[in-house]
């Protein structure tokens, strides 16, 4: 699959510090010391509707990631999937009586287009499902074949067993488990399974669904977590440095994708670190595609508001927190760049050079954006008020601000 077109990051002066990132399997905060190459996979969308305030907060918080690691001098290999073919994807299509395959090509070119608006950088690979099952049936035969998986009527399930680290990357207890799981696309109440959390890796032909040649498998689709973790394996390996996605994939989804590999490949860990972003919410609930309680940032733009602005109010949280999206917090982020903008527009200003190491020290302090932000709202303020003789401050904060936030001014 194309991703989307990649806006240049300017070079700043100097390096960028290396990332300090809370790793959920570690609850703590862990320093990244990637190779030359840092290695990272997002989980993508499922496209059924439109890019929501909530996808673009995720996906702006491993763009930041990118940013930092990018400044640092290195090179980034990022991988995204899209979720092509999946339960909700396919319920959607039949409720409104249209094709499943251009639902999904439709609402993917819209996310491309949001992303593009955005400055999200795009993955290196940008990879469907379907267009991953080739590579996910020997995946499950390997794991079938090693004992690890186990046949129920026809459907093949992973079992949790198989994982002697299986646990690790959420830390929740099993009744935790065993809500989510029931919560997010699992079954833990179907009967004959040898674990009630056993997840699915291959799913039996049902009346009216697509299917493919599964060859030992029997005809089927796969399941939801071997498709990310036979997308990661095939273009980034074991041991890569982030696996990424909202708080909402922590279980069962990166839990399960790490058992998955690891059971697979006999080592540990799948993901050097397990980053998740917190979940925005609209009038007091998560942003979610099956509540409807949406904000779309295609609707924002086509409403005339700059992608710039957008981007700025997502900023303007840590991406740690859960929050909620408001039209205020949209106003704020509009004034902000009115602000900046002004400020980058005039021929000199303050010396910027102490800026530009703060916004670095921020984002590497586990993406404090919000401080960031501040710390140009500084330079603004004293370029209104005092003003400054240095000629290359405003084009360097204009760099800084694309470079490292994606802004641009
Ligand atoms: N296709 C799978 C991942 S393999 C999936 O979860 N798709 S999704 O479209 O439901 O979500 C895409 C990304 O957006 C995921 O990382 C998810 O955690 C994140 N996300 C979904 N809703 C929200 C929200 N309200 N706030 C923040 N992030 C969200
Ligand atoms: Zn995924």
């Not at 009038?283 to 508001?305: A, P, Q, T, Y």
């Not at 509009?334 to 921020?362: F, K, M, N, Q, T």
């Not at 960031?372 to 209104?384: F, G, I, S, Y």
Request: aromatic share 6%; with cysteine; glycine share 10%.
């Amino acid at each position: 699959m194309h991703a989307w077109p990649a806006s240049e990051v300017p070079a700043l002066p100097g390096k960028g510090r290396d990332l300090r990132i809370h790793d959920t399997a570690t609850g703590g905060r862990v320093t990244l010391a990637p190779g030359p190459v840092a290695r990272i996979y997002v989980c993508g969308i499922t496209p059924y509707d439109a890019t929501h305030m909530g996808h673009a907060a995720t996906y702006n918080a491993f763009d930041l990631v990118q940013r930092v690691w990018l400044d640092t001098k290195r090179q980034v290999h990022y991988v995204q999937n899209v979720t092509d073919v999946d339960d909700p994807l396919l319920e959607r299509a039949i409720r409104d009586g249209v094709d499943w395959v251009g639902l999904a090509e439709r609402e993917t070119a819209l996310f491309r287009e949001d992303m593009t608006a955005l400055r999200m950088l795009p993955p290196k690979d940008y990879i469907g499902a379907v267009e991953a099952i080739p590579g996910i049936i020997p995946l499950v035969e390997r794991l079938r074949d090693a004992g690890a998986a186990y046949e129920l009527d026809g459907d093949i399930y992973f079992s949790v067993e198989a994982d002697p680290h299986f646990g690790e990357v959420s830390n929740y207890d099993a009744e935790v488990m065993r809500r989510l799981s029931a919560e997010r696309g699992g079954d833990p109440d179907r009967p004959g399974k040898k674990n009630p959390l056993d997840p699915m890796l291959w799913m039996a032909a049902r009346e009216g669904e697509p299917s493919w040649d599964g060859g030992s498998l029997g005809a089927g689709r796969p399941g939801w977590h071997i498709e990310c973790v036979a997308i990661a394996l095939d273009h980034l390996g074991m041991g890569f440095d982030v696996q990424g996605g909202g708080s909402d994939l922590a279980f069962p989804h990166h839990e399960m994708g790490a058992s998955h590999a690891q059971a697979l490949t006999g080592e540990h860990p799948f993901a050097k670190a397990y980053v998740h972003a917190g979940m925005v919410a609209l009038d007091g609930e998560k942003m979610s595609k099956s509540k409807g309680n949406l904000v779309f940032v295609s609707k924002l733009r086509h409403d005339g508001v700059d992608p710039a602005a957008i981007r700025l109010a997502l900023l303007s949280h840590h991406y740690r927190a859960d929050w909620e999206w408001t039209d205020r917090i949209l106003q704020d982020a509009v004034d902000r760049l009115g602000r900046w903008r002004a400020a980058v527009s005039r021929p000199d200003g303050p010396s910027a050079d102490a800026l530009v190491e703060e916004i670095r020290e921020a984002l590497a302090d586990d993406l404090d954006a919000p401080s960031a932000l501040t710390a140009v709202d500084r330079w603004a303020a004293a370029q209104e008020s005092d003003g400054g003789t240095d000629e290359s401050a405003p084009g360097l904060v204009s760099r800084a601000v694309d470079a490292l936030l994606g802004v641009a001014l």
